[in-house]
């Protein structure tokens, strides 16, 4: 366990260094890194990690961040749209008469989870082209699954749907470009009907702006954010109720995870953006 911390806060240490004091050449070309770069191995739970992931180690981080999610849906009794919180729930489809939008959708994981708890439609977004290609197919036969290839900003900008929850795990910090990230938050805010939940995926620490992912060529492709500015960002785009669930999974496991701490936002009922 106290390897693990301390593995955790190196990570850190190396972000604020790479931030700081060793800047980085830029951020990595999205349209192709992932690609090219990262799904080199197929597509599975685990590929959305880190190609050397174990099988065990990427069931164990997914189980995780769901056993979190879960228990915030039942302890706040969330029921189908309009109103995601409320006093009632049913059993069997807890999501029932919900629409869901996945950001980053990678292998799928998250939109069979959405879709077995019980959400009318589920759509998923994701900018790699083998990401994209996979899911359409896992998913052809399944009317209320829609798959959409882009970047979020762009593919949201493009679209009038609302969404009774998105979904954002293990995405947002692979937008290394701020003006970007803060765009994306935008169009996400547009397109979450008022009482909506916004769950994602990351760090939410002290400090802003870590670097903690450069590749071969020193460009950024992982940048974390503070979890103030998370809060300040939302509050801007008519979010409240912001809670942060820290997920302590990683030190109970000898093996590198993610950062998977969870975020859950919920839309202000006015829609209003200030």
Known sequence: MLIQLLRKNAALAAGFFNSRLNRALGGYDTTVWWDKSFYTDGMSDRQTI???????????????????????????????????????????NPLQGCDVLDLGSGSGHWITFYSNLGAERVDGIDISKESVAYLRDQYSDIADVSIYHGTIHEVLAAHQSSYDLINAIGVMFHIVDDEEWYRSLHEISRHISPGGLLIVGGHFGLF???????????????????KRRWQKTLRKFGFRDITVVRNHAYLHINDPLPENSIMIAVRGEDGAIS
């Open 208 to 226: 802003d702006g870590l670097d903690v992912g450069l590749d071969a060529n020193r460009r950024v492709f992982k940048r974390l954010r503070s």
């Open 50 to 92: 880190h190609s050397s992931k174990h099988r065990l180690s990427a069931s164990y981080h997914y189980a995780s961040v769901e056993q979190i999610i879960c228990r915030f849906l039942f302890n706040n009794r969330v029921q189908s749209s309009p109103r995601l919180l409320g006093p009632k729930s049913s059993d069997s």
